[in-house]
């Protein structure tokens, strides 16, 4: 596949300094705790852990939907409302309109405030990309999951982030569904929007990370290479979640 060089008119916004973040809840403190990391530009990073890791408010305080209760992110030097055009985030259930899959896309373009004589080329070519041309007309929520799950795909790349948040984008799919999504997951990120991307599938991780994030009970417990961490993570937890044994 041709790598495609991302332009923008705005400057980078990337890295991202992730600072002593914790999130407390009431009567549930240490959601989060002590998270710190520096997100890079390229490629695929991946947060792995147990489910209740802290995976998912991770990836939202990070894209601004949740405030953190301590902590900072810096955005290449910049505060959080700062980037919300250069940045977007698919949740593991897509929300789709009662639209066409098009109109679905074009829709959030227009709320980008993309220019009408850019927009249609902008909507063929995250159809292209999702390999959803042939269904472009049709409406939305009629298709299958995997399909829901691409035309969420395609409307967020066809806003040209510069990251992509992904949580969970392919639980309940089938192989064949979660095939499609990988490989399109892959081709964003050849286009060259970073990705952060939550998973369960420990193959999945394996095929798609450049990077791992490993959480435990929400802290940070080991941040390197993915084909590092595969073959030799460091701590006790990230060794027997590999194992497939059940963390406390």
Request: some cysteine.
């Amino acid at each position: 596949m041709e790598t495609i060089t991302r332009q923008s008119p705005s400057p980078p916004i990337l890295p991202l300094h992730v600072e002593s973040l914790c999130l407390d809840f009431p009567g549930r403190p240490g959601v989060l705790d002590n998270i710190t990391f520096t997100l890079e530009s390229g490629g695929i990073c991946v947060v792995l852990g147990p489910n209740g890791a802290g995976k998912t408010m991770l990836l939202k305080i990070c894209h601004g939907l949740v405030r953190p209760t301590h902590g900072s992110l810096r955005w290449s030097g910049k505060g959080p409302n700062g980037v919300l055009r250069q940045q977007a985030m698919v949740l593991q259930r897509p929300v789709l309109l009662r639209r066409s899959v098009r109109e679905n896309i074009d829709y959030a373009l227009r709320l980008r405030d993309v220019d009408a004589t850019e927009r249609p080329c902008r909507v063929d070519e995250a159809l292209a990309l999702a390999r959803l041309d042939h269904v472009a007309l049709r409406p939305a929520r009629a298709l299958s999951g995997g399909e829901q799950q691409r035309v969420a795909l395609a409307r967020a790349w066809a806003t040209r982030p510069e990251v992509l948040f992904l949580d969970e984008p392919s639980t309940h799919l089938d192989p064949v569904a979660a095939r499609a999504v990988e490989e399109m997951i892959s081709g964003i990120c050849a286009r060259g929007t970073t990705i952060v991307m939550t998973t369960h599938d420990l193959a999945q991780a394996r095929r798609l990370a450049d990077r791992i994030l490993f959480l435990h009970r929400g802290r940070l417990l080991e941040q390197q290479d993915a084909a590092a961490f595969f073959a030799q993570t460091q701590c006790p937890e990230g060794r027997a979640f590999l194992r497939g044994e059940l963390l406390g």
